[in-house]
Nanobody, 121 residues
Framework: VQLQASGGGLVQAGGSLRLSCVASGLTFSSYTMGWFRQAPGKEREFVAAIRWSSDRTYYADSVKGRFTISRDDAKNTVYLQMNSLIPEDTAVYYC???????????????WGQGTQVTVSS
């Protein structure tokens, strides 16, 4: 299984980015997908998740209303649209997958390599 995240970069506060994560080696439609992030010196934290077989989503309070997670099962891809970015969003963002799981913080089986997002003030 491989999860390939991309789309990170440097953006000014208030700007937007869209992250993508392409999955291979699994039946994508059977996996709940999540996004996590880790800032320097901090623990990894949950950002958002989208459930398999439905569009049910779950967000961390810190990103609710600014970030949107979506998926395209035909393309084996999960997206994270990030709007109104703030410097506190600066982190390495990781995608993750779990088989037929709930859209929650826990229980992910596979992880991608991460993509850096830097928000300047």
């Amino acid at each position: 299984v491989q999860l390939q995240a991309s789309g990170g970069g440097l953006v000014q506060a208030g700007g937007s980015l869209r992250l993508s994560c392409v999955a291979s080696g699994l039946t994508f439609s059977s996996y709940t997908m999540g996004w996590f992030r880790q800032a320097p010196g901090k623990e990894r934290e949950f950002v958002a998740a989208i459930r398999w077989s439905s569009d049910r989503t779950y967000y961390a309070d810190s990103v609710k209303g600014r970030f949107t997670i979506s998926r395209d099962d035909a393309k084996n891809t999960v997206y994270l649209q990030m709007n109104s970015l703030i410097p506190e969003d600066t982190a390495v963002y990781y995608c993750a997958a779990k088989f037929q799981g709930t859209a929650s913080l826990y229980g992910y089986d596979f992880w991608g390599q991460g993509t850096q997002v830097t928000v300047s003030s």
